[in-house]
């Protein structure tokens, strides 16, 4: 089913830079926990994301990703998760986070 424009004009999706990076054993898939701090305006997120195959807890920190902030929260065991971290999803599973070319301003809109 198609999406209309201003249904799609809805979803706000911010570029953020991730600041702390945890495992999450109690996850059912592999996932770590990431804080991703979005800016003045909208500020520290939490997410959880499924993006152990490729990516090393330190080579995450201070990374720029593309996230959608303005979905409800999820409760995923004892972790609310508060945006939902963008990538493209491999054969296999693996993800590959979507992210700017430079670096870029926190909490500017993806348009």
Known sequence: MDLTWNEFERTDMRV?????????????????????????EIGI???SAQITKRYKKEDLISRQIVAVVNFPKKQIGKFMSECLVLGAVGEEGDVILLAPDFKIENGLRIG
């Open 16 to 40: 953020g830079t991730i600041v702390e990076v945890n495992d999450f054993p109690e996850a059912r898939k592999p996932a770590y926990q990431l804080t991703i701090d979005f800016g003045a």
């Open 45 to 47: 997120r939490k997410s």
